[in-house]
């Protein structure tokens, strides 16, 4: 916590820490939910993937930033977002967080802008067909559980579809399908 009577010390150039003295001497370092926010439009700004979702997921700043930016462009660029992350628990976790709202007009208004609407109704289908196509045609194997994921998160949850992937998974016998096989009856 902050006390009172805290100055400001130093600004990390290009970071998001900032450095203060507190009234006894010590020295704190803050991470300013502004300036995590700035950084992180910046870094949406140059498609940046990999550097903004690990920016977000350390301060706890909701994942649905990386898609409200600005939702098009993101759209276009899924398949990028999937590369730069390029791990699989990953891409789960920003499927899992996914909410049909606008997230800078809910928690991270701007400021200075006009008020946005917050509700952005089949955005999550959206964005789960997207990236479900993206995943499809780079790996379907080493993204498997993601596949599964963005059918699961669907609005209504496409089960049906997912179990079938499962029994096509199951019933195949090749050595990518054996470690599949593996990792789904891990997770089930």
Same mark, same amino acid.
């Given at each position: 916590?902050?006390?009172?009577?805290?100055?400001?010390?130093?600004?990390?150039?290009?970071?998001?820490?900032?450095?203060?003295?507190?009234?006894?001497?010590?020295?704190? $370092?803050?991470?300013?939910?502004?300036?995590?926010?700035?950084?992180?439009?910046?870094?949406?700004?140059?498609?940046?993937?990999?550097?903004?979702?690990?920016?977000?997921?350390?301060?706890?700043?909701?994942?649905?930033?990386?898609?409200?930016?600005?939702?098009?462009?993101?759209?276009?660029?899924?398949?990028?977002?999937?590369?730069?992350?390029?791990?699989?628990?990953?891409?789960?976790?920003?499927?899992?967080?996914?909410?049909?709202?606008?997230?800078?007009?809910?928690?991270?208004?701007?400021?200075?802008?006009?008020?946005?609407?917050?509700?952005?109704?089949?955005? $999550?289908?959206?964005?789960?067909?997207?990236?479900?196509?993206?995943?499809?045609?780079?790996?379907?194997?080493?993204?498997?559980?993601?596949?599964?994921?963005?059918?699961?998160?669907?609005?209504?949850?496409?089960?049906?579809?997912?179990?079938?992937?499962?029994?096509?998974?199951?019933?195949?016998?090749?050595?990518?399908?054996?470690?599949?096989?593996?990792?789904?009856?891990?997770?089930?």
């Amino acid at each position: 916590a902050v006390e009172r009577g805290a100055r400001i010390v130093a600004v990390v150039p290009h970071d998001v820490r900032l450095i203060l003295q507190m009234p006894r001497g010590n020295l704190e $370092v803050v991470a300013p939910r502004a300036l995590v926010l700035a950084a992180a439009r910046e870094q949406l700004d140059q498609f940046q993937y990999n550097s903004v979702f690990q920016l977000l997921r350390k301060h706890r700043v909701n994942l649905n930033l990386i898609v409200d930016h600005d939702e098009e462009r993101f759209l276009s660029s899924v398949t990028d977002f999937i590369t730069a992350v390029d791990n699989p628990d990953y891409i789960n976790l920003f499927l899992a967080e996914l909410k049909d709202e606008n997230v800078i007009a809910s928690m991270y208004p701007r400021p200075g802008t006009a008020p946005i609407a917050a509700a952005r109704p089949g955005k $999550v289908n959206r964005i789960c067909d997207a990236v479900h196509a993206a995943l499809q045609q780079l790996d379907a194997d080493k993204y498997l559980f993601s596949i599964l994921t963005a059918h699961v998160r669907h609005v209504p949850p496409a089960l049906s579809t997912a179990l079938e992937i499962v029994r096509g998974v199951r019933d195949t016998t090749d050595t990518h399908a054996s470690a599949a096989q593996e990792r789904t009856r891990a997770a089930l």
